[in-house]
């Protein structure tokens, strides 16, 4: 039986483990945890998107990528 989830959990549900990834392996670039929480947590691309927003403002990955992976 599925269950039904409050409008926008999944994507906080993301955003949190994008987070807790992103401190457990600080070198894992940003790109790749957000293909992974897309494909964990079933999001659309506007969601993935929406993702990528949220980290860009707050951090570049180690290797100097922005949210979208590219080169910063």
């Known amino acids: 039986m ?4 409050p409008e926008g959990e ?5 955003a949190a483990w994008i987070s ?7 070198q894992r670039p940003l790109a790749s945890c957000l293909d ?3 494909m964990r947590y079933n999001l659309s691309p ?3 998107l929406k993702l990528a927003g949220l980290f ?3 951090n570049t990955s180690p290797g100097g990528e922005d949210a ?3 080169p910063g």
């Open 20 to 26: 807790e990834e992103r401190e457990r392996h600080p």
């Open 36 to 38: 992974e929480a897309g």
């Open 10 to 14: 999944l994507l906080r549900r993301a």
């Open 56 to 58: 860009a403002g707050n």
């Open 2 to 5: 599925p269950v039904i989830m």
């Open 46 to 48: 506007v969601d993935r």
């Open 68 to 70: 979208a992976g590219r």
